[in-house]
């Protein structure tokens, strides 16, 4: 694959092209990102009444509960409107990383982890909190950490 980028002139807008003769999945995945603005170091939440921004890095972790998807930050917790699996996608290059059926996790976030039986894991996180990785997201995890074969 070739990448070229090219400085436009003055007063041209910005422009991202791209030629192949098949998308897959990854790349549909990466103009998804492109177009909700996945870059951005900051994410919309509920707090009350108000729409609040927080940055992703101060998020440990998402908890979806009851049909709604809440964010967890060190002393707060906040309700998101999007699905976790929205979420999942919106964040999958970075440090978060889906552990079980309703949670996602800032594993920058993990101070460290405990092995379960079952093949589960405890995450202990940063503030205190214990939560649950599934054993089918753990070698994901292990991937992830870089542990592990």
């Known amino acids: 694959m070739k990448i070229t980028i090219e400085t436009p002139l003055p007063g041209e807008e910005d422009e991202i092209i791209i030629r192949m003769s098949e998308l897959d999945d990854e790349v ?6 492109l177009k909700d603005g996945a ?4 994410m919309a939440v509920y707090a009350d009444e108000r729409i ?13 509960t009851d049909n709604h998807v809440f964010a967890y930050t060190k002393d707060n917790c906040f309700e998101t409107r999007k699905k976790l699996f929205e ?4 964040l999958s290059n970075s440090a978060f990383l889906r552990i079980s059926k309703n949670a996602i996790v ?4 993990i101070d460290h982890l405990s092995p379960e039986f079952n093949g589960r ?11 649950i990785i599934s ?15």
């Open 106 to 109: 800032n594993i920058k976030s």
């Open 121 to 131: 894991f405890i995450a202990s996180l940063r503030n205190g909190e214990d939560i």
């Open 39 to 42: 870059g951005k170091e900051t």
């Open 87 to 90: 979420i999942e996608e919106l």
């Open 28 to 33: 549909l995945k990466t103009i998804r990102r």
């Open 52 to 64: 609040q921004m927080i940055p992703t890095k101060d998020i440990l972790y998402f908890d979806a």
């Open 135 to 149: 054993r089918g997201y753990v070698p994901e995890l292990k991937k992830k950490l870089g542990i592990g074969r």
